[in-house]
């Protein structure tokens, strides 16, 4: 049985590596914190800021500052609610979008390469684990579970 010390650091070596291998074929990659928070308004448009630092579990401060360097650098809109004027909704830009995808697709292709290169069994070993994978990273996104009452 593989315990969880060996998942978590081969889980955070891979996302370490492909950050870095993706960084050295893109000279123009955004830093990790902005690609996250790019990342976070592709998934929830018309997320405010408030919000957005909760789910990144940073400052909101530190949110807004990548969300102002994020919009000067024409990824990411900002309009003020309808319903509240004083809240700022986030929506990405078409170039956000299209960027977005040239990272998706930069990963896509070094995990490809490298699956390419192991043997079946390997990959049909790695493909059977991606339904887990899925499951265990809901559950850590969802937090420890809620202490007995009582």
Known sequence: ???????????????????????????????????????????????????????????PNTVSTLVGDLADAGLIARERSPENRRQVRLTLTPEAHRRIGAYQEQRRALVADALDRLGDDARA??????????????????????????
């Not at 123009?28 to 909760?54: M, S």
């Not at 684990?129 to 809620?146: K, M, S």
């Open 1 to 59: 049985m593989t315990s969880a010390d060996e998942i978590s650091d081969t889980l955070g070596h891979l996302h370490q590596v492909l950050r870095r291998a993706a960084a050295r074929r893109d000279a123009d990659r955004l830093p990790d914190a902005q690609v996250e928070v790019l990342r976070l308004v592709e998934r929830r448009p018309g997320i405010c800021v408030r919000d957005a630092a909760e789910a990144l579990r940073a400052a």
């Open 125 to 150: 070993r790695i493909a059977a684990a991606v339904p887990d994978l899925h499951d265990l990273t809901a559950l850590i996104a969802a937090g420890p579970p809620p202490e007995p009452a009582g």
